[in-house]
């Protein structure tokens, strides 16, 4: 498709396991992004990509959560041992030299822990 | 402290009833700021960027507004389909295109 798809679209995780999420950016995009999102707030910034560098992962909340990108196209967001805490919707979005500053979103991973 | 705020927190409408949903926001640079709309389930989808006080830009009953301390998404004779969560978000300078986002503003318009 022509936009960012992300997988699995929901994943359910039993506390200490860990989890992989996938994102596939539209095709050219050099710029990709992670975010974190909590029912009924708005996203927050996890980690950023130009290209295959990891510029800026600030936003990690902690030392289990781990992303890649090792050929500059399709990312992975880790996350080791999951607690509860870590349950909410991770958004993946992806800019490219034809969109400016504005990025563009898939639908999410919606990850719940039990 | 960069942030964005955005009121009221919900607002619900009758169709046809026009208002003003409100981004306030503290920077530090500001380069750009983005409205989003998020469906129920759904990624948030672009609707504008603005780069610069006093720009306006239109999208079918859309309008978006920027100043140097907020900017406003007018929204004129609304449908119900116009029922989501709209955001607001900035982006700084120096700070890599990454965006910080207000908290939204849940729209509801019955018909």
């Known amino acids: 498709g022509a936009g960012v798809s992300q997988s699995p679209r929901y994943k359910v995780a039993k506390r200490g396991q860990d989890v992989a999420l996938r994102c596939d950016p539209i095709?050219?995009?050099?710029?990709l992004f992670w975010y974190q999102q909590a029912l009924g707030q708005g996203p927050e910034f996890l980690t950023y990509?130009?290209?295959?560098?990891?510029?800026?992962k600030s936003g990690l909340p902690s030392d289990r959560f781990f992303a890649e990108r090792p050929e500059g196209s399709v990312s992975t967001l880790k996350i080791q041992r999951t607690q509860q805490e870590d349950s909410a919707v991770y958004l993946c979005?992806?800019?490219?030299?034809?969109?400016?500053?504005?990025?563009?979103f898939g639908e999410g991973s919606w990850l719940t822990v039990v | 402290e960069d942030q964005v705020t955005q009121s009221p927190e919900a607002l619900r409408l009758q169709e046809g009833e026009s208002s003003s949903l409100n981004c306030s926001y503290t920077?530090?640079?500001?380069?750009?700021l983005f409205w989003y709309r998020q469906d129920p389930g759904k990624g948030p989808e672009f609707l504008f960027t603005?780069?610069?006080a006093g720009e306006e830009k239109e999208k079918e009953r859309l309008k978006a507004t920027l100043t140097k301390k907020e900017s406003f998404l007018h929204i004129t004779a609304p449908k119900p389909e116009d029922s989501a969560t709209y955001l607001c978000?900035?982006?700084?300078?120096?700070?890599?295109?990454?965006?910080?986002f207000g908290q939204g503003t849940e729209l509801s318009v019955k018909p």
């Open positions: 095709s050219g995009h050099v710029s």
């Open positions: 603005l780069y610069s």
């Open positions: 990509f130009q290209n295959e560098a990891q510029l800026d």
């Open positions: 978000a900035v982006s700084i300078y120096n700070q890599g295109g990454k965006l910080i």
């Open positions: 979005a992806t800019g490219g030299p034809a969109t400016g500053n504005t990025i563009y």
């Open positions: 920077v530090s640079g500001l380069r750009g």
